[in-house]
């Protein structure tokens, strides 16, 4: 079952432009959290958001969440080279059960 | 350094021949979990466990045995590998408690081809 769904599947910026990455969910969420992956590495993880929180800044990363709608977004401020990877949203329905992630969206900053 | 160890990074084997990746972490962490990745479908998540002798089916679980004796050890067993196991998996834990709670830390993966 596919709970995560990442919007676009791909995207393609300049450097210093901003760029949103949106992810839906179909079921009630305890947390949902935000990875990045480069090329077939491991996954590492950006940010974890409850389900009682709107909104959360590190760094250069802003991710929101409504619940209401289902969905979540994360937004990169300021992109660079190296912000080029694949970006997940992974959800769990509380905070001991499975993981769901989404198919991911592959950002692609060019220098 | 904390971190999450899979082995071996690399397999191939032939169908039917049963292989065990291991995957061990050293940040005694409560929960773990094994995903497999595949071109266009993100990461799926096979089995996890909330604790010692503690495990539960994920999304894929057919075909795929795991065990947890210890809890530092969570490995992943393919009892008789088919050509469509054929994958990049990843183990990965996290805390149940605490400010990094559900935070999930994740090894450098194991890319497995079965002929």
């Known amino acids: 079952s596919q709970q995560g769904e990442e919007d676009p599947q791909a995207l393609s910026i300049q450097e210093g432009e901003n760029a949103t990455m949106n992810c839906s969910y179909k079921t009630s969420i305890n947390n949902l959290q935000w990875y990045r992956q480069n090329s077939g590495r491991g996954l590492v993880h950006l940010i974890l958001?409850?389900?009682?929180?709107r909104e959360k800044h590190s760094g250069r990363l802003r991710v929101t969440l409504d619940t209401s709608k289902k969905s979540s977004s994360l937004l990169i401020t300021a992109s660079r080279a190296a912000d080029t990877a694949s970006y997940f949203c992974?959800?769990?329905?509380?905070?001991?059960?499975?993981?769901?992630f989404g198919p991911g969206t592959s950002l692609s900053v060019i220098p | 350094e904390a971190q999450v160890t899979q082995n071996p990074r690399y397999l191939i084997t032939v169908t039917g021949k049963k292989l065990t990746v291991t995957c061990s972490q050293n940040m005694n962490h409560e929960y773990m979990s094994w995903y497999r990745q595949d071109p266009g479908l993100g990461l799926r998540q096979i089995y996890y466990s909330m604790n010692v002798e503690v495990t539960d089916k994920g999304d894929v679980p057919e075909g795929y045995k795991v065990s947890r004796k210890e809890k530092r050890n969570f490995p992943l067993i393919l009892e008789s590998p088919s050509p469509n196991q054929t994958s990049l998996y990843f183990c990965?834990?996290?805390?149940?408690?605490?400010?990094?709670?559900?935070?999930?830390?994740f090894g450098a993966g194991t890319r497995l081809s079965v002929l």
């Open positions: 990965a834990s996290s805390p149940t408690g605490g400010i990094a709670k559900n935070i999930q830390y």
């Open positions: 958001i409850r389900s009682n929180e």
């Open positions: 992974a959800t769990m329905k509380t905070s001991y059960d499975k993981v769901i």
